[in-house]
Each structure stands twice: as structure tokens, then as C-alpha cells.
């Protein structure tokens, strides 16, 4: 099946600094997201991809959908206590033939030192 | 309600028994998501709801789970004769729209914490 390889596993920073996270593939997706979770919580959907090349910025947040649709990298800049946690990416494929989910990565833990 | 709800929160059960998990979806919301999340993983798809039928269930892991979604909202995620490395989070999304537009818009629940003695 499909898989996503998300990187860094886990990122160590100080506030104010820049985080940069990335998530690639051997297979290609017509859809690239990233999702942030917290603990106790469910994922919440940050940013979505949808064209190849794409380079969207939410807020401090700033993701792009690589041309060969197989990778994706997500910024955060000037991060703050409360973006830690863990986040996601995900993939998706239009099938038309069902497996209409999303395929996930297995997280950055991103945790912020005073 | 304003979010998806699902309960219970936390469910521990032994080894062979079985469970019922329930998610209440964002009123109004068509399509309906089931996603397991093991422990230090990212949520796996497990099964997708247009209405009340289940339009693709390609992700459940074996015959032992089921879902069904009877009136179009709530549903409840079935796990018969329970395993130890069914220990999982489990979470429900919803989304206004069907198909692939849909995937791309989900608000998940907290997700039903489930502990297989």
C-alpha cells in the first residue's frame, strides 16, 4: 500500500525559532494535507494541497506540494508554546473506485523549549 | 452538535470480548470517516459512510470489525471477539461533502481510546 515517510521524527527548538517538516512518497497523490493533533484530541486539518507546485501559507504556516505530487514540505515560523504537538501529513489518491481515506505519515512531534 | 462527538471516551475490555464504539457526526454531515490511530502512528482509514451505506470499507482489518450507519448519522463501530493488538484509538470524521472533496474537508472527534487486556 501506499506510504508516507514524514520527517523529522521529532524536533527539539526554542521559541521564536523556524520549523520546517517534510513528507514524501513513492506513489503520487492528487491531494496533499497537514493536520496537527493534540494530546486527548483528534487531528485538525491546517493546511490543504491540491495542485502540483502549490505553495499555500496559513498564518505563520506556510506548505507546498511538490511537482512530482510525491512530497510536501510544511514551515512554521517565529513558532510559539502553542504549537506543540504532533503533525501529520496526509495524503490522498481519487481512486474512483473506492479507498476514499487518507493515507497519514507518522508524525512530527514538534516540542517547543522555554 | 458543534463538533463530532464520540463515545465513550475511554473503553477497557478483556481479551475475546466485544465492544461498540459510537461517533455522532456534525449535523448535516453526509459522508462519515472511521480511523484507527495506534500508538505513536498516524490514524490508518478503516472505513468511509455516504449516507447510511458504506461506500468503501477497504480498510477494516478483518471480518471481526464492522460498522453500520443505519439512519445516515450516528454510527457505531463494532469489534467482536477482541484482541490485544486492537488497542487503539479510535476516531471518527465527518465531512459536509461526499467523495474525494469531502476527504479533503474532515473534522475529526477525540477519538474513543480502546485498551485490549
Given at each position: 500500500g501506499q506510504q508516507l515517510n514524514q520527517s523529522p521524527q521529532s524536533m527539539f527548538i526554542q521559541e521564536g525559532e523556524?520549523?520546517?517538516m517534510?513528507?514524501?512518497?513513492?506513489s503520487i497523490f492528487n491531494t496533499w494535507l497537514w493536520y496537527k493533533q493534540n494530546p486527548g484530541e483528534g487531528p485538525v486539518l491546517l493546511i490543504a494541497l491540491y495542485k502540483a507546485g502549490e505553495l499555500t501559507s496559513n498564518g505563520r504556516?506556510?506548505?507546498?506540494?511538490?511537482i512530482t505530487r510525491k512530497d510536501s514540505f510544511l514551515n512554521i515560523s517565529a513558532s510559539i508554546?502553542?504549537?506543540v504537538g504532533i503533525y501529520f501529513c496526509a495524503g490522498h489518491v481519487y481512486s474512483g473506485g473506492g479507498a476514499d481515506g487518507l493515507t497519514f505519515g507518522k508524525g512530527t512531534h514538534l516540542i517547543i523549549q522555554p | 452538535g458543534a463538533g463530532v462527538s464520540q463515545t465513550p471516551s475511554n473503553k477497557v475490555t478483556e481479551k475475546g470480548k466485544y465492544v461498540e464504539l459510537r461517533c455522532d457526526p456534525i449535523s448535516g454531515h453526509t459522508a462519515l470517516y472511521w480511523y484507527r490511530q495506534s500508538l505513536g502512528q498516524g490514524p490508518e482509514f478503516l472505513i468511509y459512510f455516504q449516507g447510511t451505506g458504506a461506500a468503501d470499507d477497504s480498510g477494516l482489518p478483518n471480518d471481526r470489525f464492522f460498522a453500520v450507519r443505519p439512519e445516515g448519522s450516528v454510527s457505531t463501530l463494532?469489534?467482536?471477539?477482541?484482541?490485544?493488538?486492537?488497542?487503539?484509538?479510535?476516531?471518527?470524521?465527518?465531512?459536509?461533502?461526499p467523495g474525494p472533496a469531502g476527504a479533503n474537508v474532515l473534522t475529526f472527534g477525540a477519538g474513543s481510546r480502546l485498551t485490549v487486556l
Open positions: 523556524d520549523v520546517s517534510n513528507c514524501t512518497s513513492s504556516l506556510t506548505a507546498q506540494f511538490g508554546p502553542s504549537d | 463494532k469489534i467482536q471477539r477482541t484482541e490485544r493488538g486492537d488497542s487503539a484509538v479510535y476516531l471518527c470524521a465527518s465531512s459536509p461533502h
